[in-house]
């Protein structure tokens, strides 16, 4: 069933405000899209994407662009699809794209628990994240270095309790840029006990991050999810004496 709902149209679903770009880079490329200034976009744009192919540590810049599809409302589409069609062969306007749709699918989707979701927010998330996987594995394709394409669909993959997808995508992301600690939180979110991983699976993966990593910061943020993870579990259960204890644990590792 929920191969055939995939890639369908989406139903539509209340869509909720925005928050204002604040980062100077994202407003800038709010701004271009609602202009529809394509070949700007695609100046813009590339760039990013040809200084992380020269220079794998410029991922953070990267992300950080592309994460301006996250902040642009539904209307959007429109341009987006026009961008596409414009530069059919582009990697940065497919990507743009499919980073697109993943946002609208996890708007769809909420934050309640999937027993408290509406069907047709279900239906809606499906369809949209069909869309996003269609656009951004087609993007594999279109560059030697599809960073983003695996680090989106490494979140594609989570949301939709594929564990084995995610992980494959993850270890491809990670050769293209082997000293993100960003791409390694965002592995490790897949390993929590909430996504279906266990404790002992964050630890041993902070532990062989530890002997990769130049960076020893990185290496603590990633130590310290563990507790963090820990705190949010106890948190949620109401033991907020042992949530404050695994908070400090966290905080003592930075």
Known sequence: RQDAEEGAQAEPVLEKPKLAAVDPVQRHIVDLIEKRDYEELQRLLGGYQRAFEEDPGTSPRLENAFGTLHRVPRRAETALNEWVGRYPTSYV???????????QGLEARGTAYIKDTPEENIRAMRAYLGKARTDLERSLKMTQKPYLSHRTLMSIARTSGNRKTESTHYLEAVKLAPQSVELRLAHM?????????SYTRMEAFADESRSQLKDPGAVARLAA???????DERQRAKDYVQALKHYD??????
């Open 249 to 254: 644990e966290a905080l003592g590792l930075y």
């Open 189 to 197: 979110t897949s390993l929590e006990p909430r996504w279906g991983g």
């Open 225 to 231: 999810r563990v507790p963090a993870e820990r705190a």
């Open 93 to 103: 306007a497919v990507v743009a794209r499919g980073s697109f749709y993943q946002s």
